[in-house]
């Protein structure tokens, strides 16, 4: 392969970033690609921001559910002190009140037989709180979209879960060969209790202590919750398919988190490089047990996470199957995405970091069209990892 060319790589991004903008309405973007040493970094953006200013590489955005992979880590940092054990049910951490019967199929309740690392994994068989449909009704986040924001307490989440929706598969033997998964938000609702149980603080609180103020997240909080940092730029508008939304309450109420690119990959190089963690062992254990995600067969299941995408220990690997490039393959990428567009990725292969989000709730499915690109650029353009 010939040498680096940065220039063709920045015209290439910058290409690729307008071509993600244009086809979406207010043309709001952002892409940034960083190689581990740092010696590559570019940032695009396109658009303007909730106020009304252009969006700039600092400018925060929703992470949706990108978040799951600093709570799996978070999660995991507590295993290792001995907060927690990843193979003791829910039903150790959290009150009878909130758990009994979510996971009852019409004989039993098998909620006592999910454990931590069935969350973790999607192996639980929970029904997803916020996408399933309730027999003969909207599901919620139609609700929300249709007749706009509102507050939940995680009591009403486990009551909607509980008593209008129905389990997926039992809470899987995670030992056999043929495990199911099935993404579902409960899972990691359920997760965020537990690590505020067990550490008797709020979870803002928590990524402060653990991840933001360690690893210098100077632009990541939780809106309603927390400030960030430092002084930060206003967010990006989130939209759907192209309309402003506006949902503080129900983003307040799920415990989410706002970011930049720049912190986002500062997590992830952390994450890959064996910060974090006590132990390497736990990190090749969140990287390993890869299941593959089924086809989707019903409504909910098409506005998730599914096949071909992996899932480890609240972590994503995503590669598009050697059938569909059999001349060119795709290098596998580690990370997560969010439904609004966002995605967080490290390519082991290339010791690339990418991430970036379009801010909409209509636009899971980009990031797995979007990353695929940014790779087949850096080969195109002779990029080799700072190691070869």
């Known amino acids: 392969m010939g040498q680096f060319n940065k220039k ?3 015209d290439l991004l910058e290409a690729l970033l307008h071509g993600l903008a244009k086809g979406r309405a207010g043309k709001r973007a952002i892409l940034a690609v960083e190689s581990g040493d740092k010696s ?3 940032t695009g953006t396109s658009g303007h921001s909730a106020a009304g200013e252009a969006v700039v590489a600092n400018t925060p955005f929703f992470i949706a559910s990108i978040d799951k992979l600093y709570n ?4 995991l940092m507590l295993a290792e002190r001995g907060k927690l054990d990843v193979d003791e049910s829910i039903c150790h951490y959290l009150p009878d009140t909130l758990v009994r019967g979510l996971h009852h199929d019409g004989r039993r309740d098998r909620t006592a037989e999910i454990t931590l690392r069935h969350l973790l994994t999607h192996t639980s068989g929970l029904a997803e709180w916020l996408e399933d449909y309730p027999k003969g009704r909207p599901s919620l986040v139609e609700t929300v979209l249709q007749e706009g924001d509102r507050a939940l307490t995680v009591d009403e989440i486990a009551a909607h879960v509980r008593d209008r929706l129905r389990p997926h598969f039992p809470p899987q033997k995670l030992t056999g060969s043929r495990v199911r998964v099935r993404y579902s938000d409960t899972n990691f609702v359920l997760l965020v209790e537990v690590i505020e149980a067990v550490t008797g603080l709020p979870l803002h609180e928590i990524h402060r202590q653990m991840l933001h103020e360690p690893l210098g997240l100077q632009h ?11 002084p930060t730029s206003t967010p ?5 398919n192209g309309e402003p939304l506006h949902i503080p309450l129900l983003i307040q109420s799920v415990k989410g988190i706002y970011s930049t690119a720049a912190d986002m990959m500062s997590f992830m190089r952390h994450l890959m490089q064996w910060d974090l963690f006590l132990e390497q062992k736990t990190l090749a254990t969140m990287r390993s047990g890869w299941r593959r995600f089924g086809f989707p067969l019903d409504r909910a299941a098409l506005r998730s996470p599914n096949w071909p995408i992996e899932y480890g220990m609240g972590m994503m690997r995503f590669r598009i ?7 060119t393959p795709m290098p596998a990428v580690l990370g997560h995405t969010g439904s609004t567009g966002c995605w967080l990725f490290y390519c082991p292969d290339l010791d690339i970091l990418i991430s970036g989000t379009v801010e909409d709730v209509t636009a899971g499915a980009v990031p797995f ?6 790779l087949r650029v850096l080969s195109e353009s002779g990029y080799q990892p700072p190691d070869k």
Do not use: D, E
């Open 8 to 10: 063709q790589t920045i």
């Open 40 to 42: 590559f970094r570019w």
């Open 72 to 75: 799996a880590t978070i999660a």
């Open 220 to 230: 990541s909080y939780f809106p309603g919750h927390n400030q960030a940092l430092a």
């Open 236 to 240: 990006m508008m989130l939209c759907v």
């Open 321 to 327: 199957p050697r059938l569909f490039t059999p001349l």
């Open 369 to 374: 069209r979007t990353v695929p690109k940014v």
